[in-house]
């Protein structure tokens, strides 16, 4: 099919007068709750630190994965309700890189941690990334409750993965899991350079 000149232009035009996209918070249909869910699921940095805390925590074994499994989604909802009451939506691109890549690298590493240093960087991590949840999902139109969509989907996803990741006992399984975290890293310093270019 052919597209002509003037619609081309009619394009180009309407292109320009385009509202600018606020991308934080995906609307399911299904209410504000899901709405959260969804959050988590669609924001990168969101859901590669809570893999990687997942494959951190269980690393380390279970009863690391239970106290971060306490740990992260209370701080993401306390850092989300003093999100929620900032006066504009909050980004902090740099912060929430720099946890998910660090936890990668920690995972990659088989680092060995102590308990109260992986609850300790839970916390701080969500803190932030919930802070971050906050301000764009209440500046996005949602409420309360979408945030609490977000903090149990954070809640599950990280239960279920450091669970499974404590029983793997066969050698390749724990390769197979810092290879993972090796992943989430690189990820995590592509976005760094991205986020150091210079700006256009």
């Known amino acids: 099919m052919r597209i002509g000149g003037a619609t081309l232009l ?6 320009t007068a385009a509202a600018p996209a606020h991308a934080h918070l995906v609307e399911t249909g299904f209410g504000a709750f899901y709405d959260g869910i969804a959050h988590l699921a669609l924001t990168p940095a969101d859901l ?22 306490l740990a992260l989604p209370l701080a993401w909802l306390a ?22 890549a660090l936890a990668g690298v920690l995972v990659a590493l088989d680092a060995r941690l102590h308990l109260g240093a992986v609850a300790a960087f839970a916390v701080a991590a969500g803190l932030a990334h919930g802070y971050v949840n906050g301000a764009t999902m209440m500046a996005g139109g949602a409420n309360l409750l979408g945030l609490g969509g977000a903090v149990s989907a954070v809640f599950c996803l ?18 197979a899991v810092r290879v993972g975290g090796s992943w ?6 592509l976005m760094l350079g991205w986020l150091a270019r210079p700006a256009a």
Do not use: K, N
């Open 184 to 189: 989430i890293a690189a990820a995590g310093l």
């Open 158 to 175: 990280l239960a279920i993965l450091s669970a499974q990741v404590t029983t793997l006992q066969a050698g390749w399984t724990r390769i």
């Open 48 to 69: 590669l630190l809570v893999i990687a805390l997942a494959l951190l925590a269980g690393q380390r074994g279970t009863r690391t994965a239970r106290w971060t499994l």
């Open 79 to 100: 850092g989300g309700l003093l999100g929620a009451r900032a006066a504009a939506e909050t980004d902090l691109p740099l912060w929430t890189t720099l946890t998910f």
């Open 10 to 15: 009619l394009g180009a035009v309407a292109s």
